[in-house]
């Protein structure tokens, strides 16, 4: 047990220096540190690379309350500190066994951080919580990302963001009626969670399952499975989809029986996408097209679905790593292309049609802002009360979805209607 621990642990730190100084995307570069690894293993690597990302500006705090200049350090030292600290603070593991993991490994690291062993061996018996007294640091929030959330969600702004620290477990959308029981047959856990979506422990990655496989589950949040209810679609209707990325929504609107045309200004996404509904046994029309401008060609849809790139606010807990490249100037790029792309979409919505605009971004730049400015400049458009037992915040035009503790991640949209 012992050397695996110490094997995982290793992989978990070049999973995290991947990430926090190669400015590496966390899910793949942590699927190709697993290989196939399996069982304890597996969610060892997972829990630690995952946890410390999460809390890396809360632990980065309390490690700097006992280090003179944590910048000095080697990256691999400062990783071993905050994998230890994360482990000590968190997760819970004994502190003898964390510290003892710890020191051993960078011990076995080639290059000079071998030498620090004993300055973490120091630092990991002392690290503490009552250390962090800042509030955007105990959240584990750079400051400005803290003042972003805070604008747009007010007082829930704490839960929100204390929410997107804790794992959720995969949210499978079925597209079978014996798609649970598939499951639990392929030895995964099954629980039924929001949104008619399960909530899934799988016995091993989700694309080796014959279930997923077959076409029986797609992987989806309940809360992007509320952004396409909140479209209301009726059998038979023509449905422009925007952003169509994958096809996870895309999919959802085809189940509701609407003839859908899925668009990306990306090919490999909309190729993926194609590949995606074929895999579910849906198909729908497939256009690269860049939506910020006019699809002048296409006849007048019933409802269009836009789901705009972002900054990914709603997601911290998916992709912890957004918190350390987010910034404002992100933001109004995003929110730019964003507004592009309502404008024109909805130019070819039907008179007495409807639109959803979707973010997964908590922030008001990217979501009422762009929607506020939108129905001052297009009067026959107007914005309609939305439904969802979800957890929910009005903002000045539109809602917000909030990440909760069940695992939730956070969204903004709107729904529009377009006068007769
Ligand atoms: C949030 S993701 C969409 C996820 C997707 N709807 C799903 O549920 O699987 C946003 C998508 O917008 C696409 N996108 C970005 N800029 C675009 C543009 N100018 N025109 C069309 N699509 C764009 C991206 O390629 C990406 O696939």
Redesign the pocket.
């Known amino acids: 047990v012992e050397a695996v621990g110490t094997d995982a642990r290793s992989r978990a730190i070049r999973v995290i220096g991947a990430v926090v100084r190669d400015g590496a995307p966390l899910r793949p570069t942590l699927a190709r540190a697993l290989g196939d690894a399996t069982g304890a293993e597996r969610s060892l690597v997972t829990d630690v690379a995952y946890g410390t990302l999460r809390h890396l500006h809360a632990l980065d705090a309390a490690l700097s309350a006992r280090l003179s200049d944590p910048a000095a350090l080697p990256g691999v030292a400062r990783d071993v500190l905050r994998a230890g600290a994360y482990e000590l603070l968190v997760r819970g593991t004994a502190a003898h066994a964390a510290v003892h993991a710890y020191v051993e490994l960078l011990k076995a690291t080639p290059g000079p951080a071998a030498r620090l062993s004993g300055l973490v061996n120091a630092v990991l018996r002392r690290v503490s919580w009552a250390d962090v007294t800042d509030e955007a640091a105990r959240l584990s929030l750079p400051e400005p990302l803290w003042a972003h959330l805070r604008a747009a969600l007010g007082d829930e702004a704490a839960a929100a963001a204390r929410a997107m620290l804790s794992p959720a477990p995969v949210f499978l959308h079925p597209y079978t009626a014996d798609a649970a029981e598939r499951l639990v047959a392929e030895g995964c856990t099954v629980q039924p969670a929001a949104l008619g979506t399960l909530a899934v422990r799988l016995s091993r990655p989700l694309e080796r399952l014959q279930a997923f496989r077959e076409g029986a589950v797609q992987a989806?949040n309940p809360s992007?499975v509320a952004v396409v209810r909140a479209l209301g679609v009726a059998r038979g209707e023509r449905i422009l989809?925007?952003?169509?990325?994958?096809?996870?929504?895309?999919a959802q609107l085809c189940a509701a029986g609407a003839s859908v045309i899925a668009?990306?200004?990306?090919p490999a996404?909309i190729a993926a996408?194609r590949a995606n509904l074929a895999r579910l046994g849906f198909s729908a029309e497939h256009v690269v097209?860049?939506?910020?401008?006019s699809q002048a060609g296409l006849a007048p849809v019933d409802a269009a679905?836009i789901?705009?790139?972002?900054t990914?606010t709603g997601t911290l807990r998916a992709h912890p790593e957004i918190k350390l490249r987010w910034s404002e100037a992100a933001s109004e790029r995003a929110a730019a292309?964003g507004a592009?792309?309502l404008a024109r979409v909805a130019e070819r919505v039907r008179p007495g049609g409807r639109l959803v605009y979707a973010?997964?971004a908590l922030g008001l730049r990217e979501g009422p802002a762009v929607v506020a400015a939108f129905l001052r400049d297009t009067p026959d458009w107007r914005a309609e009360p939305i439904a969802t037992p979800l957890p929910m915040r009005d903002a000045a035009v539109g809602s917000w979805l909030l990440p909760t503790d069940a695992g939730h991640d956070g969204f903004y949209l709107a729904r529009l209607e377009r006068r007769g």
């Open positions: 989806q992007s989809d925007v952003g169509a990325g994958h096809g996870i929504k895309t668009v990306d200004v990306d996404r996408g097209h860049d939506a910020t401008t679905l789901d705009a790139p972002c990914g292309i592009a792309m973010v997964c």
